[in-house]
């Protein structure tokens, strides 16, 4: 167990839909990111969130959106859902804003959209 | 031609061998690096963590940088198929422009007892 907890860990929806994804970053941790994971893409940068303040943003798209709340847990909204946002979304967390010592990634939650 | 470059395999070698897995880069703002082991269906694991260039040892794991030909590679000695992954890449820097790790797109292991 990382200490990254991210719920649901697998989600079936339909196209249109709009979802909810949640992580909980480790004790002490400030900072959270989100990544997307494609069988063709890889690991994309989504956005980061540091102490309820939005950080960075990557390759996110409009109809994404996300927040990190006083008790530092994260959500990420995903809405207008599309066949090619099929993948695997990933929380990780940091104990600072910067990436520079890595972090911890939850398991993931892996989003099937039919 | 994206930023960090990494064979995606797999590469399958029998117990025992030495695995040499590598990632080569473009930007040369890149000071930290990073390794992660991702088993099917987990999040990545970090594993080995340098800073510049120069050789870190962990056990069984060697991490190797060398900036000037902006290449990284990671070594596993005695290979087991507990090893079987999707190993990852990740670096980063303060001058990067970026503010989250950029990552490779994995190679996958397989260890073949």
Redesign the interface.
Same mark, same amino acid.
């Not at chain 1, 804003?97 to 993931?108: A, H, R, V």
């Not at chain 2, 269906?41 to 970090?46: A, F």
């Given at each position: 167990d990382?200490g990254?907890t991210q719920t649901p860990k697998h989600l079936i929806t339909a196209t249109g839909q709009r979802v909810t994804l949640r992580c909980s970053p480790r004790s002490g941790d400030l900072s959270v990111?989100w990544y997307q994971q494609s069988l063709d893409q890889?690991?994309q940068?989504l956005i980061?969130y540091y102490n309820g303040e939005e950080?960075?943003k990557?390759n996110i798209l409009e109809r994404f959106s996300a927040q990190q709340f006083p008790d530092l847990h994260s959500e990420l909204n995903l809405s207008s859902l599309e066949l090619g946002d099929s993948a695997?979304y990933?929380c990780?967390s940091s104990v600072t804003?910067? =990436?520079?010592?890595? #972090?911890?990634?939850?398991?993931?939650t892996?989003l099937t959209v039919v | 031609q994206k930023e960090v470059e990494q064979d995606p395999g797999p590469l399958s070698v029998p117990e025992g061998a030495i695995v040499s897995l590598n990632c080569t880069y473009s930007n040369s703002a890149f000071?930290?690096f990073?390794w992660?082991r991702q088993y099917s269906?987990?999040? =990545?694991?970090?594993l080995m #963590?340098t800073y510049s260039s120069g050789n870190k040892e962990d056990g069984r794991f060697t991490a190797q940088v060398d900036k000037s030909s902006k290449y990284i590679s990671l070594f596993i000695r005695d290979s087991q198929p507990s090893d079987s992954a999707t190993y990852?890449c990740?670096m980063?820097?303060?001058d990067t422009g970026?503010?989250?790790?950029?990552?490779?797109?994995?190679t996958r292991l397989q260890v073949q007892p």
């Open positions: 990382s990254v990111y890889g690991l940068f980061q950080r960075a990557g695997l990933f990780a804003g910067e =990436p520079n010592y890595g #972090y911890t990634f939850g398991s993931g892996r | 000071q930290y990073m992660y269906r987990k999040g =990545p694991e970090l #963590y990852l990740a980063s820097g303060e970026r503010r989250a790790l950029t990552f490779g797109s994995g």
